[in-house]
């Protein structure tokens, strides 16, 4: 059968012939080194401490996905330290250092040989206790992705970048235990049909998985056309099922699930013989190294020490690489930790990496356009991106660039496209989370004036409701009090500075002036936070002091401050209308100024 | 541990520049340059000499003036490709100041008042060529018959740069062949009447039509190394052949047949070369294919409606005011948007 190809994409040289070399042993190191943090960035939680013996599959930390999968000890031996350890992308995070002791031991893992008995659910446990991620590259939890029932479950051989040999490699060796792990995961998730897509030039490879599907009726091999970037998830479900993912979606939401052929055999191995995710093939590549092949490594090997296992740099050696040449990172240094994400290490030469021509402007040949596997216009996105456009970049679809570098990689003008669409994609993302945060901001704002208000009038309530009861008792008391009532304004001022200062002195007893008369909450309010500013000076002033430098007497009066003060019920008769007519003011107050 | 220098991926590029994509470009022109002279003598010598000096003259000026890397503008070539097209645009016999307003208006008004290589919204050849159509009619429409003894060097060199015509110019002066037809069509002659005109040639204009294929012939090349795409030409030659095919069935006796209008003037010259020019045409597949069938359309008005004799430069540019917008309305599809299932 023959596929339509993914529109734009390379049609780059052959990987070089080591590539496609044996499987070749990377001896244990003496130190692995095991990061604390998964492939989103979040750390493990960490389970094994400095000074424990463990043994090869104990569980030393676990992810913080909803399946817990575990990060498995690489090989038994002692955790003697934990150490910061720089990471490939930049940062540090803490990683346990671990000495393995040479025997190799392995945690107990009961085989379940019987796996088309056990449930899904089982299967799906077993693989989190394993530590299955997939190996593909990006480091998904292998459990959290068989998670959902699929139509189409796609086993992924079509290698991501040109000079990585590693899946070729292992569908070489080990055809079998791909196809069977085919059948496992087939099962986990109800997958009706399951097809093993390898690219069109890997016959030997598909001679070895023909071999192997004739125990496995159902399953299917396919052969993908050999372009760039075709092992990238959303081109093998475009070539494999002529289906676009929708922008924005996952693959499981149409009923297509991808998994690396790598994960697969891993799967195999954990269920069936019951082996924790230990080892992955790296492949070793470029004219800086002296070996180039494809290396079995353990887990939490330095990049330093697979290197040294490659026979070690050679003079031409310029740039390190952890990935593939279009889309890997650049490694400042190799004492980085090799995680179940490393399917390649090239140490590229001079010669690689030189530059044809200095950077020149654009001149709109549209060889990127050409060359776009989502059919963006990255010259469109590129002239919006220097004009600091970024709505308009993401109008033209920036979010849906997926960084595979062919941009970059034919430009004339030698422009580094795919720096401009990361700077501008994180950008977005920044602002995204800009906008969530002061979404809730104003959520949390809004929540707090409608509790304030609600708290006002309930204390506008309480105080008429205390302002009846005292009315109705300066009713039947003595009318002399009426003869006080003139002088009311002048003893007022009075009253807040004396609450004030209370307040300046000693901030902790806001209740028994709120509780009395609504307004002074507007001279406390005040009157604390300069208090806080004023404090050493308070402590050493006279409690009379401290009104004066805070709130002054007369605005506090004007603040609406009313007469009926604290423990002057004489003077309430006087003023009834004016403090009904006020309260609501004061309250809107104090929220302005929130934080 | 081992220390390196990092760096964004991707880390590896094909072998691509702008120079190559310049120097393949005026590699493609060299047929059409060797029949030129064969026509029309080795006068276009002269001025590609003059346009390159003028060219190069002007970019490394306009780049110190701007403030950029002189050196390195010159080097990508792009100036010299805008001279080259320029040069084969004008007649021969030229007078010299004519190529140094040209190329003054191109590289300064159309290319570098616009911020230079890459963001001129106009082709600069055609810029300064409409300039010196519009301003100098009479200088250039100096063309020579094809086929008659065409000037040598000496003449030629004291037409440019004396401005001394050959003796007896009445019988070497001839009207293009586009000329001829719109001067037959005004007296209303029928075409059966002047085609048997020397100026003709086979397919409708001697020395022109196998200009126009070795033009094509460059073309092809640029395809075959991938610095251009097919649309533009295709639109072109595609919409030529069919709006005059469709004319020519309507009325043999007033419109010329399809390669007539094929092979005369600028129309292959545009298609391969002018209106596939990247930075000034549309990006998109399908805004190219509208690009050409653009510039083909308002060549065919021009020629059959306007004052010039042949409006290809004019339908370039017409063309290249509207790239944008095509572009806007042309976009492919983006992979997951609108066809969700």
Known sequence: MTLLRIPGGLVLPPPPAAAAGPLLPCPLPACLYLPLVQADGRPLQRLAAPGQTVRRGTPLALGQDAAATALPAPASGRIVDLLPLDLPGGGQAPALLLQPEGRDEAAAFAPLPDWQAQSPAALRRRLAEAGLTGLGGAGFPAALKLNHQVRTLILNGAECEPYIGCDEALLRARAAEVVAGAALLARIVDAAEVVIALEDRMHEAAAAVAAALAQWPGLRLQPVPTVYPQGGERQLIQVVCGREVPSGRWPPAMGVLVHNVATAQAAWRAVVHGEALTTRIVSVGGRGVAVPGNYEVRLGTLVEDLIAAAGGYTAQAARLVLGGPLMGQALPHDRIALDARANSVLVLGEDDIRPHAPQQPCIRCGDCARACPVQLQPQELLRLLDGGDLDGAAALGLRDCIECGCCAYVCPSQIPLVDSYRRGKSELARRGAERARADLARARYEARQRRLQREQAEKVARVAARREAVQQEQATAASAAAVVAPGADSIAPGAPAVSSAAVAADNTNPANTASAVPAPSTAMDKSAVLAAIARGRAKRAAAAAAPESTAPPHAAAADGAPAPATGNPATASAAPDDAEARPPAPAQKPAEPSP | ?341
Request: with cysteine; proline share 7%.
């Open chain 2, 1 to 341: 541990m081992k220390t390196f220098a990092t760096a964004g991926a991707p880390h590896l590029r094909a072998a691509a520049s702008v120079r190559r994509v310049m120097a393949d470009v005026l590699l493609a022109l060299l047929p059409g340059i060797a029949v030129h002279v064969w026509a029309f003598g080795p006068g276009l010598l002269l001025q590609l000499g003059l346009a390159a000096g003028f060219a190069l003259a002007f970019e490394a000026a306009l780049l110190r003036l701007r403030g950029g890397p002189v050196r390195a503008g010159l080097e990508d070539l792009s100036a010299l490709v805008t001279a080259v097209l320029f040069a084969l645009c004008i007649p021969p016999l030229c007078p010299w100041w004519v190529s140094a307003l040209g190329l003054l208006a191109a590289l300064g008004l159309a290319k570098h008042a616009y911020g230079g290589l890459g963001a001129n919204l106009f082709n600069p050849a055609m810029v300064g060529y409409a300039v010196v159509l519009v301003a100098f009619p009479r200088e250039l429409s100096q063309w020579t018959g094809a086929g008659l003894t065409p000037p040598d060097l000496a003449t030629a060199a004291a037409a440019v740069f004396a401005g001394q015509l050959p003796p007896h110019w009445d019988t070497l002066a001839s009207a293009t062949p586009l000329d001829a037809l719109r001067q037959a069509a005004a007296a209303q002659r029928t075409l059966a009447e002047i085609r048997s005109q020397p100026v003709f040639g086979h397919a409708g204009a001697a020395g022109w039509e196998l200009i126009a294929l070795a033009y094509a012939l460059g073309g092809l090349y640029l395809l075959w190394r991938r610095v251009i795409g097919w649309q533009v030409p295709a639109g072109v030659i595609l919409s030529v052949l069919l709006l005059t095919g469709a004319a020519w069935l309507f009325d043999a006796e007033r419109n010329p047949p399809p390669l007539q209008h094929l092979l005369s003037g600028g129309l292959m010259l545009a298609a391969w070369f002018v209106a596939a020019d990247p930075v000034t045409g549309c990006t998109s597949p399908r805004g190219r294919l509208l690009f050409g069938a653009g510039v083909a359309v308002l060549t065919l008005a021009l020629r059959r409606w306007g004052l010039h004799a042949d409006g290809v430069a004019f339908a370039v540019l017409l063309m290249n005011a509207a790239a944008p917008l095509i572009d806007e309305f042309t976009r492919p599809r983006i992979y997951g948007h609108g066809r969700h299932d």
